[in-house]
């Protein structure tokens, strides 16, 4: 009994104490120590935390069952969760689900529950799935099978932890006993204007998506009046197929901590949240020592090496969710609410946190910046390719021989990513198309591989940088199914705050199903068509955030380069591909039709 | 270029190609509206925070996307279009999604035509969606005296929630659970009803469409006349305890709360009348009392021989006291007072409210009501007193005037309290809560830690046990009754489950001031723990039999809910029908056995008072006259009032009511009687006064037995009783 509460504990812990008193409104930390005690959250108890937070009891109720970790009712003894998602999609989680399913069909509910879940970042190592929110890479039905009956029987059960050697990487200046350098060096000097300088000089920009130019966002900040600021880490990475962040955490803290260091220098935040993504246990703990060993050598806390300067910094663990890797969502989940991203303006940099000026950057952003002030904007700028600047972390996943993360000069060709480092399409067969940063990227043909990875020249080619989440397929892929995945990925990560997002997911969906049955009459197929410009159109223009801005991008990069291939299978049930209209793939949609409970 | 021009505070901006002067601090909306622009929206109300979640109101800015003008603050020389074909084109699509997984015509539309969301898809024509419609239903709630919720309506605009929680701070209503499975919940998803929602009726007139509208009760109104003065809302709101409550909610409530004035010695209500209002004093005294003989039906007779001159006749306790009869019990009532048992009788004033069990439960008066001065009072149907009753300044009054008035004489009615001192009982009159529960909420479960003691103020609570497959229920308790000492005295768990059968009212001592209590009144302790014995043995006896019995055999034919059956061998039984001619006999006329019934095997289970293990003729008497003894025999107490409840209660038709005619006061002649018939309720009382029932006596065939069925069917099943 306890065993099994424990497991679920491992999963969200917020803050640790230092800032918890001011945190008034957070109450992640008393309902996971319910759950701790219980397993789930008792309606009895939930009502005694109200009284003695005096918190009303719908606002407790709103924030538990928003976030997938909290239960509201008593969990079973095995909850195995098939991450569903592109790149264990294209690696065999439907079949896997099916086996399990099969596996466990006399079970009852109380003992074992499958269900799907959104990416659990470990696409290189699909297919992967979480039994009572411990992950497990590359299963197979049998391997898991035998885990979630010990679990069932009461055992403790263990997350492998992939033993992770220290890569050496380009992107890190320092020598093993150089780290910290450019802080060291900054803080007699104080010379913040000339960081943003620098920064602007290298034109840096965010690594997590947008691209927006990281001088301005700091600056922004800096000139806040506001003597209350925060720095935070997006390292809430959720896009399928992202897993650039999870090597960056693994292999180079120290950069991503100075980064921080240096962004509260600049803009005079004393205070920083790493926000980590829950899946990332071995992270969260490299993390958290690596800080400690800052506060030990006197780089955190309070007169950071003998100056007058503060800075703290903390891990916050996501409570879960892709949309919390919204900014403004994120910041909502820290403080305890929903995670519903916020009407813009005004921006984070604004009001942010706690209602105060906010910088928020991606992991690799911040890792960014010591390496360009330690070396120089010139070196930064030569370490491109075909005239873009600097280094880029890139996972790479899917039907690949060599899934991974890379590490590659800006603006080289997609072709050498796919082919050179993550050794081609798998099996001999032949490369069908790619995406060039998860499905919100949407997917490009064959046709484009020489395109280049960077974020003007993917804009242009109609994709983008994103979060350099290559996810690539073979041809034996169907890229409708491949559309109706990364749909049913939207709607299942909408936060459900607006309309457009919240409906017009669900929408889409329902019409990708009856797409992907076939048969569809062809007035009808017309009519669908441009219904779905319409939907596509509208959330994209009317949605709060990029999440249901982008929901349309794969369904319509498909039927932008792959038309006749969707045109056959809607009108003539034809699946160039092979793989749907079989038994299995009807049994298998059978089974996911509707929304995950 | 007009920079200059512009006062300060002011910003110029270009609405759909027309310049104008703008507050700086405005929307877009605002600023669209303040020029004659209107733009549609859902979720914008100009009373509430902008949260801009519908996105009708989007504006064209020039920028990448659209913007929500009802969250975009003015930017000085911003372009905005209200009505470009982007923008109409997407509000149109936004309006077909919401379409297609709405109800239409709603319940909003359908009372009043005036659903926004459909008002808006029509103008729009975007009234026949072509998305695919909802696959799954997210439901009804129908769960609230008040408001009607439909989920499948609910279109997440965030306004109910605004308006209970921004607006009348009421902190009930908020959002849960995520994406398209989002929708809204009171508290931790209670029903509305059992939710700590205090009725003000912001939510519903918040709400665009028909997710939360009025409930349209049977009789919304009462009927104005003379001495009947109606109220407008306006006027309703200037009562103190109405204040906070929505206008438009009053508005729609009209009707149901009348102003009466009655004279000296005019009847208010006449006890074991239906009803559905409640009184509440505003001015004046009344008397209140029971006229129906306090007395018990007593047939006598001789034991020996046919049944000549055989009668029933009314007698008090007095005269015939019967077992297990508690001497000093007071008639507890549908008011703040309870009557005493010699003399029924007390007086209402000011601020007294009565009739709330027969306005929340439709349970018949408990008693008549007369005034005895110029009186002035509030009518009101379920609704209003339901808005009443959840204020909590009102609230804070009744509990003060029953912590006053009556909780004395409440703990004074339970006998083995009489000993507690003046002191202790001022104490408690301040120390003990006073909760509330709607029906079929769970006051405790069984296995729950015992930690109050309670004493039931006003409706009924259910107390059971579970047994695997089933629920016994141990007993029904009425106003008077209390519980929770068995948990307490012994091992400190709830030995039995306590459920809320209808609108129930409880006085709850802490289990700290219980212990103090029993330490202090070694006499209170001992009362109590001989009671709980004997609850306790009472209880194992019953669930004894439950055990020995094979269960399902039985339960289809709901013969284990009989603890003693009448049964007639229908081999022997010639249908001469003796049977019913002596139970006749046996009480004056009035039979309390009809042969006919569910048949088992060769037998016929004949239809006479069932002792059934829940006993639902007990659930609503309105002053507490109907109880089992520990024989699990019916006992109708003295103070029936012949209201017949019960009667119409017992699935079986076994109890019937016994007209009298008695002498009463006549109201025409004050200080004179006058003959009036006055009934009271019966039920097989097993011929006890015979040394068998007279129905067993008079077969002639040995068809007729009484039998208790756990060995009885047991043996004939092959399955001898257990031990």
Known sequence: MSKRTSLSVVVCRGFSTPLRARRGAVIFDDLRAIQLRYGFLPKAELEGLSQRNQTPLYQIHSVASFYPHFHLAPPPKAEIRVCADMSCHLNGACELRADLERRFANSRPEEVQIRDVSCLGRCDHAPAISINDHIFTVVTAAHAELIARSAIRGDDIHEPHPEQARIACKADPYGEDEKYGVVRKLIPSKAWDDVLAQLKAAELKGMGGAGFPTSMKWDLVRKQPDPVKYVVCNADESEPGTIKDRFIMTNLPHLLIEGMIIAGLVTGAKRGIVYIRHEYHLQEEILGEEIRRCYRSGLLGKKILGSDLDFDLEVFVSPGGYICGEESALIEAIEGHRAEPRNKPPFPGQIGLWQKPTVINNVETFINVPQILARSVDWFVAQGAGGSRGLKFVGVSGHVARPGIFEVSMGVPMRDVIFNHAGGVRGGRQLKSFAPSGPSSGYLPASMIDVRLDFKALAEAGSMLGSGAIVVCDDTTCMLDMALNAVRFYRNESCGKCVPCRVGSQKMADMLVRWTQGGVPESQYRADLSLLGELSQAMSLTSICGLGQIAPAPIQSVLKHFRAEVDAHVLRSQCPSGICFTPAARAGEAQRLGIRP | ?723
């Open chain 2, 1 to 723: 270029m007009a920079a200059t021009l512009t006062p300060p505070g002011m910003i110029d901006i270009t609405l759909d190609g027309r310049s104008v002067r703008v507050p700086a601090d405005t929307t877009v909306f605002d600023a669209a509206r303040m020029n004659g622009i209107t733009i549609p929206t859902l979720c914008h109300l100009q009373n509430q925070t902008p949260v801009g979640v519908c996105r009708l109101c989007v504006v064209d800015t020039g920028a990448r996307v659209l913007a929500a003008s009802c969250v975009r603050p003015v930017e000085p020389g911003m372009k905005v279009v209200t009505n470009s074909e982007k923008v109409l084109g997407a509000r149109k699509t936004l309006l077909e999604l919401m379409m297609s997984d709405h109800p239409s015509p709603c319940a909003r539309q359908q009372n009043s035509g005036d659903c926004e969301l459909e008002t808006l898809a029509k103008a729009a024509g975007a009234s026949q969606p072509r998305f695919a419609k909802r696959t799954v239903a997210r439901g009804k709630d129908d769960s609230s005296l008040a408001i009607a919720v439909d989920h499948d309506a609910c279109i997440l605009c965030d306004r109910c929630i605004r308006g209970c929680d921004e607006v009348k701070s009421n902190f009930v209503l908020g959002r849960m659970g995520k994406s398209y499975s989002a929708g809204i919940a009171f508290d931790l998803n209670s029903p509305m009803g059992d939710s700590t929602c205090v009725s003000c009726g912001e939510c519903m007139v918040s709400c665009p469409t028909g997710a939360l509208t009025n409930k349209s009760v049977v009789g919304t109104a009462i009927v104005v006349g003379p001495g009947a003065q109606g109220f407008e809302a306006e006027d309703l709101l200037q009562i103190p305890v109405f204040k906070g409550v929505s206008g438009t909610f009053l508005e729609l409530n009209r009707g149901a709360i009348v102003k009466r004035r009655f004279r000296k010695g005019d009847v208010i209500c006449r006890e074991g009348e239906f009803g559905s209002t409640a009184f509440y004093i505003l001015e004046g005294k009344a008397k209140v009392s029971i006229s129906t003989p306090i007395a018990h039906v007593k047939t006598q007779g001789g034991a020996k021989g046919l049944f000549k001159r055989l009668s029933s006749t009314l007698v008090a306790r007095e005269e015939d006291k019967r077992e297990e009869e508690v001497r000093d019990r007071t008639i507890p009532i549908d008011a703040s007072v309870d009557l005493a048992y010699g003399n029924p009788v007390a007086e209402l004033g000011p601020g007294d409210l009565f009739g709330e069990m027969t306005c929340m439960n439709f349970y018949p008066r408990s008693a008549a009501v007369i005034a005895e001065s110029d009186v002035v009072a509030f009518e009101m149907l379920r609704n209003v007193l339901d808005i009443m009753l959840k204020n909590k300044t009102f609230r804070g009054q009744l509990d003060q005037t029953y912590r006053r008035r009556a909780l004395e004489n409440h703990l004074r009615g339970v006998p083995m309290f009489a000993d507690l001192s003046p002191d202790f009982i001022e104490h408690l009159k301040e120390s003990v809560e006073l909760q509330r529960f709607a029906p079929g909420q769970t006051i405790a479960l069984q296995g729950d830690p015992a930690d109050s003691f309670y004493l039931v103020r006003i409706g009924f609570v259910k107390i059971s046990e579970n047994y695997p497959g089933g629920e016994m229920v141990l007993a029904y308790l009425s106003r008077g009754d209390y519980f929770g000492e068995i948990g307490l005295l012994g091992g400190g768990v709830r030995t039995a489950a306590c459920t809320a059968l209808d609108h129930v009212e409880l006085v709850r001592i802490s289990g700290e001031d219980f212990r103090d209590m029993v330490a202090r009144f070694p006499s209170v302790r001992t009362g109590l723990e001989a009671v709980a014995a004997e609850r306790r043995a009472a209880n194992q006896q019953r669930m004894q039999m439950v055990h020995n019995v094979p269960i399902d055999q039985f339960l289809w034919q709901g013969l284990m809910e009989a603890q003693s059956l009448l049964i007639l061998d229908l081999q022997n039984c010639t249908r001469c029908d003796a049977c019913v001619n002596a139970c006749a006999d046996a009480h004056d006329g009035i039979t309390r056995l009809i042969r006919d019934g569910l048949r088992f095997d060769q037998y016929l289970v004949a239809t006479s008072c069932r002792q059934c293990r829940d006993p639902l003729c007990m659930v609503g008497c309105p002053v507490g006259s109907i109880r089992r003894r520990n024989s699990l025999e019916v006992i109708i107490e003295d103070w029936c009032i012949g209201c017949g409840l019960c009667a119409q209660n017992c699935p079986y038709g076994n109890i019937n009511l016994h007209p009298f005619e008695v002498m009463v006061d006549d109201p025409e002649r004050a200080g004179r009687k006058k003959p009036a018939i006055k009934q009271k309720a019966t039920s097989c009382d097993l011929c006890t006064h015979l040394k068998e029932p007279s129905c067993v006596y008079a077969c002639p065939h040995d068809a007729a037995h009484r039998v208790d069925p756990r060995t009885f069917f047991a043996e004939m099943l092959g399955q001898g009783p257990a031990k």
